[in-house]
């Protein structure tokens, strides 16, 4: 039993109050946390670039109905089995100009080897919206495509003729209502046309004097008479009639490249390597999971891409063992190479080659060259 004194006063403990110490403390806890909270909020001017999708050149992709269908088909050849991979690589970036990525998101990549954060104009150009970059980015894979095939195909021994093509018109300019997206340019002045430069110089050479084109349209050939205006070109005053040109080529065989979502340069040398392997007896990467990057043109000149940092953590997660890169990105892959894959240094499609062969035929891999620090 528990008793109580009806006497006696019981006076509560006096409250402790906080020191100088602790109160600034909790006060600079609040403001940060504040702080932190409107920065959440704001604005910031970085995307973030990660390991996108990876695709077997060799293997299927979906079609824009879905389907799986060999990402490189051919006909009009003898075509022959391959096996284990040649893989391309894709960047997928986080955030554009019309949603950037919160200074947490920004914070959590900045710590993750596989990601990298960027500032967004290296990425999304003053002045150019999404759709704008999204389009050019489907140009840019159209053409490599192309370069790629007449790469291989040149590579096998075909001839393959090329023609320049018109991409785009500029509205209200000397070519508008007189030439049209696709249309290939096949003469200029009676001179046969095998260069994009062979139009502009030809234009140039006349000083203005209206130039006649002989062009193909929906397999029709016909003649076209364009008088050029002069206009300021990057602070020089030239002739000009308003067309943006591609390179088109006359392929001996058809080759199909099925890769629906995906836009971009960089997948040129793998796509050529692809062709190859499937146009040439044995496989050309002995079985094994290959992975690599690079554009491509038809001369077969590899080129650097951007990301290449996520596609070696792309390469190394799809389960690739060799990883081609281009020469010219060498210094952003020293010190960047997942454990596990070995890179090699290639400036042409023949270097490319040249791995492959080593790699199929147990030839001396210390031998090639590799990226080392500069």
Same mark, same amino acid.
């Given at each position: ?5 009806? !006497? ?27 702080? $932190? ?8 001017? &970085?995307?973030?670039? +990660?390991?996108?999708?990876?695709? %077997? ?13 060999? @990402? ?23 955030? %554009? ?6 200074? &947490?998101?920004? /914070?959590? /990549? ?23 970059? !999204? ?31 018109? &991409? ?10 007189? @030439?049209? %997206?696709?249309? $290939? ?59 943006? @040109? ?11 490249? +099925?890769? !629906? !979502? ?16 499937? $146009?040439?007896?044995?496989? @050309? ?36 063992? &060799? ?29 490319? $080659? ?15 060259? /590799?990226?080392?620090?500069?």
């Amino acid at each position: 039993m528990t008793l109580f004194d009806e !006497n006696t006063t019981v006076e509560p403990a006096p409250r402790q109050r906080w020191g100088r110490r602790t109160t600034a403390g909790a006060w600079a806890v609040c403001v940060a946390l504040i702080v $932190l909270l409107v920065i959440s909020f704001l604005p910031t001017a &970085y995307v973030i670039q +990660q390991k996108g999708p990876v695709y %077997n050149t060799l293997g299927t992709a979906q079609n824009a109905d879905g389907e799986d269908v060999p @990402l490189i088909s051919i006909e009009d050849a003898e075509t022959y089995p391959t096996a284990g991979s040649l893989d391309l690589l894709t960047v997928q970036v986080v955030g %554009n100009r019309e949603r950037t990525p919160s200074w &947490y998101e920004l /914070a959590a /990549a900045w710590f993750d080897p596989s990601r990298a954060v960027v500032p967004i104009d290296s990425i999304f150009p003053a002045g150019q919206t999404t759709e704008q970059r !999204n389009e050019d980015s489907v140009r840019l894979m159209v053409d490599s495509q192309k370069e790629a095939t007449a790469a291989a195909l040149t590579e096998l021994g075909y001839d393959v003729e090329t023609h320049p093509s018109v &991409y785009a018109v500029s509205p209200g300019s000397a070519a508008d209502g007189l @030439l049209e %997206n696709g249309d $290939l340019i096949l003469t200029v002045d009676g001179e046969p046309t095998s260069q994009l430069t062979d139009v502009s110089d030809r234009i140039a050479a006349g000083g203005g004097e209206p130039v006649e084109m002989t062009i193909e349209r929906s397999g029709q050939e016909q003649a076209v008479e364009i008088t050029p205006r002069q206009e300021d070109v990057g602070g020089e005053q030239r002739w000009i009639v308003g067309i943006q @040109l591609m390179t088109d080529f006359d392929f001996p065989i058809d080759v199909a490249l +099925q890769l !629906n !979502n995906v836009g971009g340069p960089s997948a040129g040398m793998m796509f050529a390597l692809g062709i190859i392997d499937v $146009l040439t007896p044995g496989e @050309l990467n002995g079985g094994q999971e290959v992975a690599g990057t690079g554009t491509i043109d038809a001369k077969g000149v590899v080129g650097p891409i951007g990301g290449i940092r996520q596609k070696l953590y792309g390469a190394k997660d799809a389960g690739a063992q &060799y990883f081609l890169a281009p020469e010219s990105n060498c210094n952003e892959v020293v010190g960047h190479v997942p454990d596990g894959l070995r890179v090699f240094s290639v400036a042409t499609l023949d270097d490319s $080659l040249a791995v492959l062969d080593a790699i199929r035929d147990g030839g001396d891999l210390d031998a090639l060259a /590799a990226c080392a620090a500069s």
